[in-house]
């Protein structure tokens, strides 16, 4: 079992013909990943790798082969349009790797998200991956395994390293999915928490979060108010400092809201073990399991 | 990207909103002619930096005479306001104010919505009256496809005024607000104060708006107002070849791939009793050339005693990075002991380069940092 991505994603890649869209749809197919259809207007009737489908549009990509999640991987500037597009066409599930998006762009897509029930994981995210079954995004297959465990990130690269310690130590991972830094997101913590939650193969949960907002908090309350299963936590950012945006625009101390310490002081306060460092995931989460 | 408040009163004067007029003066004459061109009895003189606080920090000043202005403006020339140097001043006329308010928007990332807050408590600090008085701020969510509707903006500036007169023309105010807030693609549009003239007349004294990185590329009108002499030059240099570099206290130079490892490796020299000399990410698919404009910007930090590369490979390529390390010593001396740890995409590739070179790589984050803080308390490599 698995959370969002399982044997059932049928997926079409937005921008399939792209530099960055071409090189992740191979590595997805090889992965395993059921990659039905591509998009990109203007190469309908071609095929990507001799194997898979593309079309101008995905309302045309749905309707001839029932695709029902998206990935995105087209410049920022038509990251917003593409999301649009994917919930107007029916996909019930849109991830959107494209970093730079315009936030007032998400601010205008969210509430047509929200009326059509349609679930985005990003923006500028590295997207989710259920090992062995299908890689949604541009995280590396290589440093996951199947396993009991969900990962649940605001960050890329640093995800990897947790991923990665956990597979090197021998435990594997449910889903791992990477919700984006940007300060506008679709799926956010408490989403992936309780899809957990609800997943029985997923035995514990790792949650890496960092400085700015108030999701973490948020988080940590509906962990103790509503989850029976272990959560370990880590947050970057300790030493940042205030005022200034750590390279994800949503990583930023505002005031005195959003520092590391309160993060962490909010995390022990609902139970959850914290992290002091990335390798401290494996005894943590040894312990739980 | 921060703009000045000059700038910010031209954005909002353009969507229609009462600004006062103002002269922008880089030098102590140019004040005191400002404020002869202007013609008033009073005049304020204000630093135009990117910093809060400026009141405080002796930045802002009345002047009653022009000599006075120019007096004033060569005080305030030149002066630090947290560490940025001020280099222009904004000469307004001296306001009389019946009363002061506060309206601002700003993205606000739990309703994933702009958001309006109002306050008739304005004129301070806006956090500090959200925590003594959160009672005194009033909020209204904007669904963004439709924006600011007449009747919240009407309601809203109820909760400003008892007179219908400025009611309405403050509502007008907040809906040209909202206006300029979305054509400059901001995350943040503030006037404070919002004043009422003793004649009744509601007029925007301070502006402040705060854009969108993300905009900048389809607005250049907006980009053109960068004023890249009021920021740190290590981070236009990084910004300029698509690093984000950020300056900090310590001796550890860090450079990193992504933005979440990035602060993680600043935590963990910490947590190895080291401190961070600056937050470095190469961002995704790295080349070379940005390896070496990183290790530019880092050595040319002298408070730098040790350097630590921290690269996790996914979309960026190990040996990318190599190559960039070694091309960066080829093109200038970096004269300061190197730790290197590489793993993911390509890492045997990247091993192999950087061997011919005589230099190694580690594979594990902890040894690596652990190193890399040794070294930079003058200790020798493991």
């Keep these: ?56 549009t995905v309302a045309e990509a749905v309707a001839a082969t029932g695709a029902n999640t998206s990935v995105i991987y087209v410049p920022a500037r038509f990251a917003a349009d593409a999301v649009f597009e994917a919930a107007d066409a029916g996909v019930k599930l849109v991830v959107c790797i494209s970093e730079g998006v315009p936030v007032l762009d998400m601010t205008r897509v969210w509430p047509f998200l929200v009326e059509r029930g349609v679930r985005l994981i990003g923006p500028n995210c590295p997207g989710i991956i259920t090992p062995g079954v299908a890689r949604v995004g541009i995280i590396p297959g290589n440093i996951c395994a199947p396993g009991p465990v969900g990962v649940v990130s605001r960050s890329g690269t640093l995800t990897y390293e947790v991923v990665y310690q956990l597979t090197r130590a021998g435990i594997g991972q449910t889903t791992c999915v990477g919700i984006g830094g940007d300060p506008i997101i679709g799926t956010n913590f408490i989403d992936c928490l309780t899809a957990f939650q609800a997943d029985p193969a997923t035995k514990a949960v790792v949650m890496i979060g960092e400085i700015g907002g108030t999701d973490e908090q948020q988080a940590a309350e509906f962990v103790h108010a509503k989850m029976t299963k272990p959560v370990v936590g880590f947050i970057a950012g300790q030493t940042a400092p205030p005022g200034r945006r750590m390279g994800h625009a949503g990583a930023i101390i505002s005031g005195s809201s959003g520092t590391a310490a309160e993060k962490i002081a909010a995390f022990e306060r609902s139970g959850i073990a914290v992290m002091k460092r990335p390798a401290d995931v494996v005894p943590l989460v040894k312990a739980k399991l | 990207m921060n703009i000045h408040e000059y700038q910010a009163r031209e954005l909002l004067a353009r969507a229609g909103i009462a600004v006062p007029p103002g002269v922008v003066a880089t030098t102590a004459v140019e004040a005191r002619r400002a404020m002869e061109r202007l013609g008033v009895p009073k005049v304020v003189v204000k630093a135009q930096v990117h910093a809060g606080g400026r009141g405080k920090a002796g930045g802002v000043k009345l002047a009653e005479t022009p000599e006075q202005a120019e007096r004033l403006a060569s005080q305030i020339l030149g002066m630090k306001i947290k560490g940025l140097t001020v280099t222009k001043v904004l000469v307004v006329p001296a306001t009389e104010i019946a009363s002061e308010a506060y309206v601002g928007v700003i993205v606000d990332r739990i309703t994933r919505s702009p958001v309006f807050m109002v306050s008739p408590a304005g004129g ?97 009108a907006i980009e053109a107002l960068r004023d890249v002499a009021a920021e740190d030059q290590k981070e236009v240099l990084a910004r300029e070849a698509n690093l984000t570099y950020i300056k900090l206290d310590g001796n550890v130079g860090c450079c990193v791939n992504g933005a ?35 290790l530019k910007i880092i050595t040319a930090d002298p408070s730098v005693k040790a350097i630590l590369f921290n690269i996790f490979g996914g979309i960026t390529r190990c040996d990318d990075v190599a190559n960039g390390i070694v091309a960066a010593t080829r093109q200038f001396t970096v004269d300061r002991p190197l730790v290197i740890r590489l793993t993911g995409t390509n890492e045997q590739a990247a091993v192999k380069i950087l061997e011919g070179v005589g230099m190694r790589a580690l594979t594990d984050m902890d040894a690596a940092v652990e190193q890399a803080v040794k070294l930079a308390k003058g200790g020798a490599a493991a």
């Design chain 1, 1 to 56: 079992m698995s959370i969002f991505v399982d044997q059932s994603t049928r997926l079409v890649v937005q921008g399939i013909t792209g530099r960055d869209g071409s090189f992740h749809t191979k590595q997805m197919m090889s992965y395993g990943t059921p990659v039905v259809a591509g998009v990109t207007p203007g190469k309908g009737g071609q095929r990507f790798e001799e194997k898979v489908p593309i079309f101008n």
């Design chain 2, 260 to 294: 979440g490892l990035a602060m993680a490796t600043m935590d963990l020299v910490k947590y190895y009793g080291g401190e961070p000399a600056n937050f470095l990410d190469i961002g995704g698919s790295s080349n070379p050339e940005k390896v070496v404009t990183a």
């Design chain 2, 124 to 220: 301070i600090d806006i956090e500090e009256v959200a925590a003594k008085t959160p009672e005194k701020i009033f909020k209204t969510t904007v669904d963004a496809r439709y924006g600011l509707l007449p009747h919240q903006a009407m309601a809203l500036a109820f909760r400003l005024y008892a007179d219908v007169a400025q009611v309405r023309q403050a509502a007008d105010t907040l809906q040209k607000l909202y206006r300029a807030f979305v054509d400059a693609g901001a995350s943040l549009a503030e006037i404070n104060p919002l004043v009422v003239t003793p004649k009744g007349e509601v007029v925007a004294l301070d502006a402040k708006i705060a854009v969108d990185d993300n905009e900048l590329e389809r607005r250049p």
